[in-house]
């Protein structure tokens, strides 16, 4: 059964510096918002930093959220946490978050392993990767491939045909759909 967790302080503080770092935050107000997870279970190692939850895991801060089957969070010496989410055997992990620049602005994500980078902001999709921006449900941009690399700064991605974030000639394609823009009103 998904529930709440209850943290010793030692873990609530490491939760909490990973809200504060921001991983893989779009909307900037995001970074400031309590972090909560859910899971059927979890693990916390005090002495290597790594806490891991499993069995229908869910994380919110403010707009973003991530699912996955598990999720293990990790913590370099400067205190910059590191997120690994993988799917269920051949599912995926995803993420939905608000992006700044508009009432409406959605990313998402999927990958059956997702690895975030709280120092860069920086999020990895491996196989089975797709990432969609949206305004409201309508999907504007949508790239697939077996890697997509994202830098929530800078909304800037890269999407690779192999998995090691690689491309080699005969490995697969990568697909981009481009939606029509609607045209300004200004323009003729």
Request: hydrophobic fraction near 35%; charge should be positive.
């Amino acid at each position: 059964m998904t529930r709440f967790l209850s943290y010793p302080p030692l873990l609530l503080a490491l939760l909490l510096a990973f809200g504060v770092t921001g991983v893989a935050h779009a909307e900037k107000a995001d970074a400031g918002k309590p972090t909560n997870i859910e899971a059927d279970q979890m693990a916390y190692d005090d002495v290597k930093q790594i806490n891991t939850f499993s069995g229908n895991v869910v994380l919110k801060r403010g707009t973003l959220i991530m699912k996955a089957d598990k999720m293990v969070v990790t913590q370099d010496p400067a205190g910059y946490q590191f997120a690994t989410l993988t799917g269920v055997s051949g599912g995926v992990a995803t993420f939905r978050q608000k992006r700044d620049g508009g009432s409406d602005l959605w990313m998402e994500g999927q990958g059956e392993r997702i690895e975030y980078d709280g120092k860069n902001e920086l999020a990895r999709f491996f196989s089975k990767a797709k990432l969609k921006r949206l305004e409201g449900s309508k999907p504007t941009d949508e790239v697939e491939g077996e890697f997509i690399s994202y830098d929530s700064r800078t909304e800037f991605f890269s999407v690779n045909n192999t998995a090691n974030g690689g491309s080699k000639p005969g490995a697969g394609r990568i697909k981009v759909v481009i939606q029509p823009r609607p045209e300004s009103k200004g323009s003729k």
